[in-house]
């Protein structure tokens, strides 16, 4: 069984930063990877952003592509969305997903406005 914790959300400003974490817990036999990254506005359906594979291969939605960067580090068991020109369109609670075991994380909150 997996556990997965998010953190690093919070309140940014139009054009600014955040890296968010995803770190996982549980059986340690069990590879982060594949993890994605998906997000869910008030009012709206979650939308995928990013996943990463074991292989190192990653995929993005057409709408962060190019802004967001998904990495991670195996030994950390921790996977990383890096958020640029963040704009009022991202706010959004983040949740990161290990797609082998069908996990969820609790999300955290992003605020992007002035």
Same mark, same amino acid.
């Given at each position: ?15 600014? /930063? ?44 057409? /709408? ?51």
């Amino acid at each position: 069984q997996v556990q997965l914790v998010e953190s690093g959300g919070g309140l940014v400003q139009p054009g600014g /930063s955040l890296r968010l974490s995803c770190a996982a817990s549980g059986s340690i036999f069990i590879s982060i990877y594949p993890m994605g990254w998906y997000r869910q506005a008030p009012g709206k359906q979650r939308e995928f952003l990013a996943t990463k594979t074991g292989d190192g291969t990653t995929m993005y939605a057409d /709408s962060v592509k190019g802004r967001f960067t998904i990495s991670g580090d195996s030994a950390k068991k921790t996977v990383y969305l890096q958020m640029n020109s963040l704009n009022p369109e991202d706010t959004a609670v983040y949740y990161c997903y290990h797609a082998s075991t069908k996990t969820w994380g609790q999300g955290t909150q992003v605020t992007v406005s002035s």
